[in-house]
Nanobody, 127 residues
Framework: QVQLVESGGGLVQAGGSLRLSCAGS????????MAWFRQAPGKEREFVAT????????YYADSVKGRFTISRDDAKNMVYLQMNSLKPEDTAVYYC????????????????????WGQGTQVTVSS
């Protein structure tokens, strides 16, 4: 199991950008698929983006496709979410998650596929 800590959230105007970071610890970090989820007030947690363990495959929710980019740097045990062209509807707490399965090359986007979660970082986009 890995431990995850997110950072980089904040308040930004619509159209602006933010870069979220997720610092991981644990010997197996580089073998997990990683993902970002988000939860807005009064709504269920939803999938945002995922990257497989090699970094060679990414997958995005339709709502963020073309605006957000997920990446990883296993030498630093880091995962990033670059968010551009932010909209008020992107306002949420963003969570980093590591997959239960190791060495999985496909795309995972279900909550149940992820066993380690960070504490979340707040992103607020003003109109």
């Amino acid at each position: 199991q890995v431990q995850l800590v997110e950072s980089g959230g904040g308040l930004v105007q619509a159209g602006g950008s933010l870069r979220l970071s997720c610092a991981g610890s644990g010997r197996t970090f580089g073998t997990h698929a990683m993902a970002w989820f988000r939860q807005a007030p009064g709504k269920e947690r939803e999938f945002v983006a995922t990257i497989n363990w090699t970094g060679g495959r990414t997958y995005y929710a339709d709502s963020v496709k073309g605006r957000f980019t997920i990446s990883r740097d296993d030498a630093k045990n880091m995962v990033y979410l670059q968010m551009n062209s932010l909209k008020p509807e992107d306002t949420a707490v963003y969570y980093c998650a590591a997959s239960v399965r190791l060495y999985y090359s496909g795309s995972l986007w279900s909550d149940g596929d992820f066993g380690s979660w960070g504490q979340g970082t707040q992103v607020t986009v003003s109109s």
